[in-house]
């Protein structure tokens, strides 16, 4: 993966009126799909808004692609796609038509922004209904619809916030099937804020977890997902406590549940056979063991504490 | 990332000059507003007056067709300032009436959908929102009042010859600035009531209002305090002096002087900027 930080974030404060809304956030996000995730009221939806310039920096700043959020805002807006989360599109207007507006005014040529209006309205999806008028759209088609206008004009980075509101199980998996393949394209990074940790965990390969206008953890999750590879869960049955000393003469960590129960952390040169050779010299049979990967739900409850 | 490959792709080709992009609003409101045969024919009616003018203008030089008509020379109406004073009185009235189908929506639809943050995230800034947005009626009411204004008077200074332009240059000024004074303060106060008003009915009830409530509170303060500055807070009179100065016409109580007029307007123009610039933003925030 590529290092250089998509996002920078340096000591980014927040404030509106005399509440902190991010405090002196600082950061980078490196990943293809940056989750961000935390629960109401933590910044998520204030540090989008900041990023694409909504929200002037009380203090601090944030760089998109080494561009500063004060000084390059205007640059910055050309590289980016915005899908917000609440209902969002201009009244009266088909949704190729509307889509080929946002094109233009992103900077495309008209003849251009319509072809692309097209091309991005058949790769969501809504080829078949790209001429009917937004307000008669249900709520699945008017979420991909706001994802065309956030990809007509092919950004380098899209942010989308909160994609699958709202969305019945099949719309909800053809968008992230949809993210996903963005991510997959390898010419786009995504920065999705979602408080639905299976969503971000389907598309994400880093995490960024706020907590009342703090990072509270920011992680790559495969590196996370790699380290927890060394802990297991085992079952046993007919454990004796001599069983349980020797794990322990082992020299790794270990937790016993209910005396047939162990959670243990693999030590460096200690292999699953030394596991077996114990339990089969202590007459205990091993009935169920595995690795146990940290879950994203974990992660988050952990950033949560 | 063409439609039957169904993949994303980055766009690569050139970009529209960022200055000209605030175009695309009003191409786009033209779009849905001449859709309607009921608006295109309104636009047509707005020429019946430049016609008739056309025709007078053409009279004026043309003995032999007064003869055919019957009319004396001396009988016909006399291009001067009053002449112009009067069609862009008729023009201008139609310019409100344009103004009254179409500013009420021109905010209030987007503020409505939330469409500010779509075109907030682009390289769009808010004052290109306002200026776009504003360019819907200025572009509109110029064609129906200083553009065919200024056509009478070259039409005029051709068919009159003999120095009638260059000792009449002011008239040209007189239209374009009287025109911009009314066209400019028609767009301004239809935003700032669109982006305040949500309901189409209430923001154009407002207009309306703005022009009529003040002439009796006016006619009130003189009254009781003997003074014509109550007029002050008159906008539709401000912009009745701003022309009759403007076309040097003579009205024997002229209520207060062309400084205070442009005075007026300045601040009510200030006003309105100042509402628009509350009101349009991406989101909302209370502190």
């Known amino acids: 993966m590529d290092q250089t930080p998509i996002i920078e974030l340096d000591r980014l404060r927040v404030e509106f009126g005399k509440r902190a809304i991010l405090n002196d956030l600082t950061g980078g996000m490196k990943g293809r799909c940056v989750g961000l995730l935390g629960p109401n009221g933590a910044g998520k939806t204030t540090l989008i808004h900041t990023l694409l310039g909504f929200h002037p920096p009380t203090s601090g700043t944030a760089r998109i692609f080494g561009r500063d959020i004060r000084k390059e805002a205007r640059d910055i807006r050309t590289l980016i796609g915005y899908m917000p989360e609440r209902d969002a599109f201009i009244a009266n207007q088909t949704c190729v038509h509307f889509v080929r507006l946002m094109g233009e005014l992103s900077g495309l040529p008209s003849d251009a922004a319509l072809e692309r209006a097209h091309e991005a309205l058949f790769y969501v999806g809504l080829g078949e209904a790209r001429y009917r008028k937004l307000g008669t759209y249900s709520l699945g088609m008017k979420q991909l619809a706001k994802l065309a206008q956030a990809i007509v004009h092919g950004p380098r980075l899209i942010f989308l916030d909160e994609p699958t509101n709202g969305l019945d199980p099949p719309a909800r998996k053809r968008m992230l099937e949809l993210i996903r393949e963005i991510r997959d394209s390898g010419r786009a990074h995504i920065v999705l804020s979602s408080h639905l940790l299976r969503d971000v965990e389907e598309c994400c390969d880093e995490i960024l977890i706020l907590k009342g206008g703090n990072i509270a953890a920011n992680c790559n999750l495969e590196e996370e997902r790699r380290a927890n590879r060394q802990f297991i869960e085992m079952e046993t049955r007919n454990a004796t406590p001599a069983f349980v000393q020797s794990i322990g003469s082992l020299g790794c960590e270990f937790a016993v549940s209910g005396n047939e129960r162990f959670k243990l952390v693999m030590q460096e040169g200690m292999e699953l056979r030394d596991l077996y050779k114990l339990a089969a010299a202590n007459d205990v049979q091993i009935r169920r063991l595995n690795f146990k990967r940290d879950s994203l739900e974990d992660i988050f409850l952990k950033a949560m504490e | ?287």
């Not at chain 2, 002449?83 to 905010?107: E, K, N």
């Not at chain 2, 070259?154 to 004074?181: C, D, K, P, R, T």
């Open chain 2, 1 to 287: 990332m063409a439609v039957y490959e169904h993949n994303y792709k980055p766009y690569e080709g050139a970009l529209t000059p960022s200055w000209t992009r605030f175009l695309v609003l009003p191409r786009y409101a033209y779009q849905d507003l001449f859709k309607y045969k009921i608006f295109l024919s309104l636009f047509v009616l707005c020429y019946v007056c430049p016609l008739i003018y056309t025709i007078i203008i053409y009279l004026h030089h043309n003995t032999a067709a007064l003869q055919i008509f019957g009319i004396a020379s001396g009988d016909i109406i006399p291009i001067n300032g009053m002449f112009f004073s009067v069609f862009m009185g008729v023009q201008t009235s139609l310019a409100f009436l344009f103004t009254v189908i179409i500013g009420p929506v021109l905010i209030s639809r987007d503020l409505a959908n939330n469409a500010l943050p779509l075109y907030l995230c682009r390289p769009f800034s808010r004052f290109e929102y306002i200026i776009g947005k504003m360019s819907v009626l200025l572009i509109l009411l110029s064609l129906i009042t200083w553009v065919p204004g200024l056509f009478l008077f070259l039409m005029q200074s051709y068919l009159e010859g003999g120095g009638w332009l260059s000792g009449n240059l002011w008239l040209a000024w007189a239209i374009f600035s009287v025109s911009m004074a009314w066209i400019a303060m028609l767009a301004l106060l239809s935003m700032a009531f669109s982006a305040w008003i949500k309901w189409r009915t209430a923001a154009s009830a407002a207009l309306f209002a703005i022009f009529i409530i003040p002439t009796p509170i006016g006619f009130a303060i003189q009254g009781i305090f003997n003074t014509k500055k109550g007029h002050l807070l008159n906008i539709g009179m401000a912009l009745n002096m701003i022309s009759w100065h403007g076309f040097r016409v003579n009205v024997e109580d002229m209520l207060f002087s062309a400084g205070e007029a442009w005075g007026v307007w300045l601040v009510y123009a200030a006003l309105c900027l100042f509402m628009l610039w509350r009101k349009v933003r991406a989101y909302e925030v209370i502190s």
